[in-house]
Each structure stands twice: as C-alpha cells, then as structure tokens.
C-alpha cells in the first residue's frame, strides 16, 4: 500500500476562507482557522467543495472496488487491458470475526498465517503464469485478466473536494472499515493534515 500526494488547490484553506466570507466586507481577512472550525460545526459544507485534493494510491484490485464507491471522487486507475499487471498485494490471514460477518479478528494461529502467505504467492505465481501464456496465444489482454486474483496490484488517481476526502476519511478510517482499506485511509488522512491543518484541527485530527 502506497499513498502520495499529487496535487492540491493552491492555498487550499486560505481560498475555502475567502469564499466563505462571500457576504462579508472582511473578506480577505487572514485570519480563517476559527472560520472554517466554525463552517465545520455547522456543516456548511460548500465552503469545504471550493479546494481539490489528488492522491496516488497504490493498493490491489480487492481494496480499489471499495474505494470506487465513493462516487463524490473522481478516478482514473491503472488498465489491464493496456499494460502487464504489476504484482500482488499480500493479505494477512485474520480469523472471522464471530458476530459480525463484515470484520475480522487479528489472532489467527500461526501456521494459518503461514500456510496463507505461501498460498497467496503460489497462486498469484499460478495465475500470472496463466496469464502470460494466454498473452503468448495472442489472447487479448481483456480477457487474459479474468484469470488474476483480487490482491493483484492497481494504481489509482484519486481526485475529490476537501469535504468528500473528510467524509472518506471519517469513513474508512473506522474500526468496521477492512484493515487494508483503513491503512490506505490512514495515509490520506496524514496527507489532510499536513495540508490542512486548520481544518484537521477543527476536525481532532492534528
Ligand atoms: C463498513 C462498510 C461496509 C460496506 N458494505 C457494503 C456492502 O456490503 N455492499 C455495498 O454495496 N456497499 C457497501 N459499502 C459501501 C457504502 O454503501 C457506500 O457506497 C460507500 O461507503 C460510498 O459512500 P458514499 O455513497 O457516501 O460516497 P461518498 O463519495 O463518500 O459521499 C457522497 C457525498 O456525500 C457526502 N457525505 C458523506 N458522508 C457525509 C456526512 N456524514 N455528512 C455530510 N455529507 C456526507 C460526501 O461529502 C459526498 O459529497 C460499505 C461501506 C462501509 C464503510
């Protein structure tokens, strides 16, 4: 898992301030942490639609569907109908969770989680080898990938307003969000707060 930041609006908290003053004479007043802490409280959220944030993700296939789903972002992801697929992610083997069907639990036996990180890599070798000698019978590449598992590797663009990457994050970085996708979360959030700050504040986060 990788996240990088691409690119931001420039002077991402400044502008969101600026706009927010829409009604007021003081509008450039430099002034705006207490501002924007105060358009959070009370959920103006337009004012947080008015700074854009592109992240780089790298993550497998498996994670990407769910980020997918935020249907506020905007993406563009890696094809496997143009180029080789790249690799695998590994996933750790957790014990089902009992009651609830959508988590799980990090105290699998040892020899589990060993027996689970030789599988993965004999079928992802098994797959991809699978892979390769369809491309050499000249399948095409679009259906050639219907024989790579879910943790195959996948890069993705991820651009969204300030206030879908604070729902995302509040989101995905809760306990009943799959770990993986709560470590990639985890870096976009460090990406938040490095960014904007003022806002990170308001939210707890810095
Ligand atoms: C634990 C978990 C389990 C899931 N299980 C399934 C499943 O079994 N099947 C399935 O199909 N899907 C599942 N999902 C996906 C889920 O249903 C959504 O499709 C996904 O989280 C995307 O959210 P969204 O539609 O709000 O998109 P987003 O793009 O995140 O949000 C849409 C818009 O709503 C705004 N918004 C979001 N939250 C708030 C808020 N609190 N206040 C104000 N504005 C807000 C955003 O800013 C954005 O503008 C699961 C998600 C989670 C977290």
């Known amino acids: 898992m990788n996240v990088k930041l691409i690119t931001i609006t420039p002077d991402a908290e400044a502008t969101m301030a600026y706009i927010a003053r829409v009604s007021s004479p003081?509008?450039?007043?430099?002034?705006?942490?207490?501002?924007?802490?105060?358009?959070?409280?009370?959920?103006?959220?337009?004012?947080?639609?008015?700074?854009?944030?592109?992240?780089?993700?790298?993550?497998?296939?498996?994670?990407?569907?769910?980020i997918l789903r935020h249907r506020s972002f905007t993406f563009s992801e890696f094809s496997q109908r143009?180029?080789?697929?790249?690799?695998?992610?590994?996933?750790?083997?957790?014990?089902?969770?009992?009651?609830?069907?959508?988590?799980?639990?990090?105290?699998?036996?040892?020899?589990?989680?060993?027996?689970?990180?030789?599988?993965?890599?004999?079928?992802?070798?098994?797959?991809q080898r699978a892979y390769e000698d369809a491309i050499s019978y000249g399948v095409a590449r679009e259906c050639a990938r219907a024989i790579l598992p879910m943790n195959t590797q996948t890069r993705l663009y991820v651009t969204g307003s300030v206030r879908s990457w604070i729902h995302y994050i509040q989101l995905r970085t809760k306990a009943d969000t799959?770990?993986?996708?709560?470590?990639?979360?985890?870096?976009?959030?460090?990406?938040?707060?490095?960014?904007?700050?003022?806002?990170?504040?308001?939210?707890?986060?810095?």
């Open 26 to 66: 003081n509008q450039e007043n430099p002034e705006y942490a207490k501002l924007l802490t105060y358009c959070l409280e009370h959920q103006h959220w337009s004012v947080f639609e008015h700074a854009y944030m592109t992240i780089e993700i790298t993550t497998s296939r498996m994670i990407s569907a769910q």
């Open 82 to 127: 143009y180029s080789e697929p790249m690799d695998y992610v590994p996933v750790k083997a957790r014990r089902q969770a009992e009651k609830n069907r959508q988590s799980s639990v990090d105290d699998a036996p040892v020899h589990v989680r060993s027996w689970w990180e030789t599988i993965q890599q004999d079928v992802f070798a098994d797959a």
């Open 178 to 206: 799959q770990l993986e996708h709560r470590e990639v979360a985890e870096g976009c959030k460090a990406i938040f707060v490095e960014q904007l700050p003022s806002v990170a504040a308001a939210l707890g986060w810095a």
